[in-house]
């Protein structure tokens, strides 16, 4: 088999059984729920919690991750429309879709982008937070392949644009 149709078959097989994982229902409302989340409340809510703990000390952490989220959102939304790879149910009909998506395209998973991105920066800034962002970010980039939204390498390709993101906006 040649490489390109190995990954492909590897990325879809992963998918298929992560997928498969929400036939329980408790994973279906706890991915759906993290996903929720994971659509900005989680961030925008940890924003507000740091101004009302820290006031004016957080305002630069706040607004250099607010300025790391509109970098991503530019590049992921500039990206879908570029490469419009098909969400994984749209191409599999054992691939099941437990919530609706916030826009067309697969490539790459915007909310793992932003959540990796978000977790980067934070941290930075407050590493006691580390216990907590990091494993929400796993799960929300988790949330994606079990949702049917999304395929690993669209996920690894959000984790590895938001990180960039991250790194970048702390060499100015």
């Given at each position: 088999m040649?490489?390109?149709k190995q990954f492909t078959h590897l990325d879809l097989s992963l998918c298929l059984r992560l997928n498969h994982a929400s036939q329980y229902p408790?994973?279906?409302?706890?991915?759906?729920?993290?996903?929720r989340l994971g659509d900005g409340v989680f961030w925008y809510a940890l924003m507000i919690?740091?101004?009302?703990?820290?006031?004016?000390?957080?305002?630069?952490p706040v607004v250099h991750m607010l300025l790391a989220g509109g970098t991503c959102t530019l590049i992921y939304k500039w990206l879908k429309q570029k490469i419009s790879r098909p969400r994984p149910y749209q191409v599999n009909q054992d691939i099941e879709c437990i919530t609706a998506p916030l826009d067309r395209f697969s490539f790459p998973s915007g909310h793992t982008l932003h959540a990796v991105a978000f977790s980067m920066v934070a941290v930075a800034y407050y590493p006691v937070l580390s216990w907590i962002v990091f494993p929400f970010t796993f799960l929300v980039a988790t949330s994606r392949m079990v949702l049917g939204l999304h395929y690993p390498s669209d996920v690894i390709?959000?984790?590895?644009?938001?990180?960039s993101v991250a790194w970048i906006s702390f060499q100015f």
């Open positions: 040649q490489p390109i408790f994973v279906r409302r706890l991915f759906r729920t993290v996903s919690l740091l101004l009302a703990l820290y006031r004016f000390e957080a305002l630069l390709a959000g984790a590895a644009i938001g990180a």
